[in-house]
C-alpha cells in the first residue's frame, strides 16, 4: 500500500492507495502542528487507519506533499523509522511530468503542483485547479500541459480570523450564504462581504485568468469551504474534494514506477 500525505499550514490530510487497483482506501485529516514528532504522528495515524481496516505496517511506499518545512522533516522520520520506507518528498526538482513556465520554479508550492498534476490527469489541458486552504490558490496550466503560474489570496478563514480580531465589536460566524448581499443584521452582513466577496473574487479571477489564457478551461475547485463557493457561481465545472491526494498518486506513478 502507498501513504500519501498532503501536509498544508492548517490542517495535514493522510490517503492509503492499494498499489495494484488504485483504489482509494482510507482518508484521515488532522491538524497541522508544528512541532509534533514522529512518534505522536504515529500514534494518531495507527489507530485512526486501523479502524478502517488499514494495516499501517504493510505500507510499501509514503509520498509526501508539504508547505511546512518542520513537519516535512518529522513525518520523513517517522516513514524510514516506523514504516521503513524512504519517503518521495514533492518538489519542483523532482521529474514530475509537469514543466514549470516559471521565473524561479523552486518558489511554486509543492501543493500547486500536486494539484495541477491531478486536474491534467482528471480533465486535461489547459486546465485551472482552485485550491480554498490556508490560502487561497489559482493554479493555471496551459493547452501545452505547462504549469504558467497564477495567483495567491488569503484564505476566507483567515480573512474572517484577521478581521474578527481586529474589530471589537465584530465576531466569528458561520461561512455560509446569507439570504441577501444586502444583510439586515451583521452577522449575515459578514457572511455577505466574506462567501459572497468570494465568489465575487473567484469569478473575477477565473474571468482574467481565461482572458489571459484566452481560452476557457475546465474550472476546478478543491479544499476547505470549495463547495460552498462552487454552488454560488455556474464557473466552476468541478468540485473535487480528493484531488491533492490524487496529484499525489500520480506522482508515485510518475517517480516510481
Known amino acids: 500500500m502507498l501513504l500519501v500525505v498532503d501536509v498544508g499550514n492548517t490542517n495535514t490530510m493522510f490517503g492509503v492507495y492499494e498499489m495494484t487497483s ?20 504515529y500514534a494518531i495515524l495507527q489507530p485512526t487507519l486501523q479502524a478502517d481496516g488499514v494495516d499501517i505496517g504493510e505500507m510499501s511506499d509514503m509520498v509526501i506533499s508539504s508547505v511546512v518545512p518542520s513537519v516535512t522533516r518529522w513525518l ?13 518528498i514533492v518538489s ?29 490527469h482528471r480533465y486535461g489541458a489547459p486546465v485551472i485547479a482552485i485550491d480554498f486552504g490556508t ?17 495567491l489570496a488569503p484564505g476566507i478563514v483567515i480573512a474572517l480570523e484577521a478581521m474578527t480580531s481586529r474589530a471589537a465589536k465584530l465576531f466569528s460566524v458561520e461561512l455560509v450564504p446569507p439570504p441577501t448581499a444586502i444583510a439586515r443584521n451583521t452577522t449575515n452582513a459578514i457572511q455577505s462581504g466574506l462567501v459572497l466577496g ?3 473574487l473567484v469569478e473575477g479571477m477565473i474571468r482574467r485568468i481565461c482572458d489571459e489564457l484566452g481560452t ?26 480528493d484531488l491533492t491526494i490524487a496529484g499525489l498518486w500520480h506522482v508515485y506513478q510518475r517517480i516510481r514506477r
Do not use: C
Request: glycine fraction near 10%; charged fraction near 20%.
Open 92 to 120: 519542483g526538482s523532482l521529474d514530475l511530468g509537469l514543466p514549470i513556465d516559471m521565473d524561479n520554479p523552486a518558489e511554486v508550492g509543492a501543493d500547486r503542483l500536486v494539484n495541477s498534476i491531478a486536474a491534467i
Open 22 to 41: 488504485g483504489d482509494l482506501l482510507s482518508m484521515v485529516r488532522t491538524a497541522t502542528r508544528h512541532d509534533r514528532m514522529p512518534d505522536e504522528w
Open 135 to 151: 490560502a487561497l490558490n489559482f493554479d493555471v496550466v496551459d493547452a501545452r500541459g505547462h504549469y504558467i503560474g497564477g495567483s
Open 76 to 88: 520523513g522520520v517517522m516513514g524510514k523509522n516506523r514504516l521503513q520506507v524512504e519517503p518521495i
Open 216 to 241: 476557457t478551461p475546465p474550472i476546478v475547485v478543491t479544499g476547505g469551504y470549495s463547495e460552498i463557493i462552487a454552488r454560488q457561481t455556474p464557473l466552476i465545472d468541478h468540485h473535487d474534494p
Open 198 to 200: 468570494y465568489v465575487s
